[in-house]
Nanobody, 123 residues
Framework: QVQLVESGGGLVQAGGSLRLSCVAS????????MAWFRQAPGKEREPVSA????????YTTEAVKGRFTISRDNAKNTVYLQMNSLKPEDTAVYYC????????????????WGQGTRVTVSS
């Protein structure tokens, strides 16, 4: 069972930046594709960005392209989401996820989820 622990959420003004981190409990972390999902109030959970095991392939949803960047450090069992130029519509609970397949235009259902970290962007 992989445990994922997110951190880095908080309250920020529009135009600001945050960096989310997710630490995985297993050494096999480097074998997994990793992703960030988000769920806004009253909406379904949606994929934001995904990265393959070695960082050579990524997926980013259109709404955040050019503003959010996913990266990973396998030596630290950690995946990051750098969020710049934040907008009020980015307000959501952000979830780290692991072990799934993805392509350039879709993300499969992950096997493992973190508990989420809340991001609130004020206007």
């Amino acid at each position: 069972q992989v445990q994922l622990v997110e951190s880095g959420g908080g309250l920020v003004q529009a135009g600001g930046s945050l960096r989310l981190s997710c630490v995985a409990s297993e050494r096999t972390f480097s074998n997994y594709n990793m992703a960030w999902f988000r769920q806004a109030p009253g909406k379904e959970r949606e994929p934001v960005s995904a990265i393959n095991w070695n960082g050579g392939q990524t997926y980013t949803t259109e709404a955040v392209k050019g503003r959010f960047t996913i990266s990973r450090d396998n030596a630290k069992n950690t995946v990051y989401l750098q969020m710049n130029s934040l907008k009020p519509e980015d307000t959501a609970v952000y979830y780290c996820a692991a072990r799934f397949s993805f392509s350039s235009d879709s993300v499969g259902r992950p096997n493992y989820w973190g508990q989420g970290t809340r991001v609130t962007v004020s206007s």
